[in-house]
């Protein structure tokens, strides 16, 4: 049997204490009859990221290295990586340790079993543990309320960082946001094409914006604001 690939893609910004961690735990998961290919983006990060970063791209042959001169934002980031896709299937990974690379196969089987375009990890349906900042939590759920009753679907998790999809999903939606609104934009242009999710549930680590968090309030209300948009626009 031909061997498929995923390309995990992992924007970085300032983390130089958790990028060589989430690196070994990505390399450790085996998945059957899949090839990985590991995107790192350094947002410009102002820590030794850099550095550590490059060491690593030296000893994994599989790791691909792109690095923007300035600060972009995560949608930026996570639109190089994926102008840099060669595999079959694609996943994000933040590289904070919040989310286990170990959910890989169950992401990624729906998908190969024809079941889904699309899976989502959802933290609302799985458990989570360590900090968890209750204003983050319940804007969550309202901004997956906001994406049912705009969209009509039934996610729970709209934020979630685990978006496994079949490369082709990401090639045909012309992703245009630069920083954190390039979550609801993906799930708006997702629907709207009429691809179909699933989501499973993953177990979550919440880290304290003092570990490094860095999604805040008004990000809440630009992702409010990206639904409606692209609810009516595209």
Same mark, same amino acid.
């Given at each position: 049997m031909k061997k498929e690939k995923l390309s995990i893609i992992i924007p970085v910004y300032n983390e130089e204490k958790? %990028?060589?961690?989430? %690196?070994?735990?990505?390399?450790?998961?085996?998945?059957?009859? %899949?090839?990985k290919e590991i995107i790192i983006v350094n947002d410009c990060s102002k820590?030794?990221?850099?550095?550590?970063?490059?060491?690593?791209?030296k000893k994994y042959k599989n790791i691909k290295f792109y690095s923007h001169k300035e600060n972009k934002g995560k949608g930026?980031? !996570?639109?190089?990586?994926? @102008?840099?896709?060669? =595999?079959?299937?694609?996943?994000?990974?933040?590289?904070?340790?919040?989310?286990?690379?170990?959910?890989?196969?169950?992401?990624?089987?729906?998908?190969?079993? @024809?079941?889904?375009?699309?899976?989502?990890?959802?933290?609302?349906?799985?458990?989570?543990? =360590?900090?968890? %900042?209750?204003?983050?939590?319940? =804007?969550? !759920?309202?901004?997956?309320?906001?994406t049912r009753l705009l969209y009509g679907n039934k996610i729970t998790d709209?934020?979630?960082?685990?978006?496994?999809?079949?490369?082709?999903?990401?090639?045909?939606l012309n992703l245009k946001?630069?920083?954190?609104?390039i979550e609801p934009e993906i799930t708006a242009k997702i629907i709207k094409k009429g691809y179909k999710i699933i989501e499973i549930p993953i177990n979550y680590r919440s880290?304290?914006?003092l570990e490094g968090k860095k999604i805040h309030w008004d990000d809440g209300i630009i992702a409010m604001i990206t639904l409606i948009k692209y609810r009516f626009f595209d």
């Open positions: 958790t %990028i060589t961690e989430i %690196i070994k735990k990505v390399q450790a998961v085996k998945i059957p009859n %899949i090839l820590d030794n990221s850099f550095e550590i970063i490059t060491k690593l791209a930026a980031a !996570l639109r190089t990586g994926f @102008s840099h896709v060669t =595999g079959d299937y694609i996943v994000i990974q933040d590289a904070d340790l919040e989310y286990n690379p170990e959910d890989f196969n169950r992401l990624i089987t729906p998908i190969r079993n @024809s079941e889904a375009d699309v899976v989502y990890g959802s933290r609302m349906l799985g458990r989570i543990d =360590g900090f968890q %900042i209750t204003s983050h939590y319940y =804007g969550n !759920l309202f901004l997956s309320l906001i709209m934020e979630t960082c685990y978006k496994m999809m079949k490369s082709e999903v990401v090639k045909n946001a630069n920083s954190f609104d880290r304290s914006f």
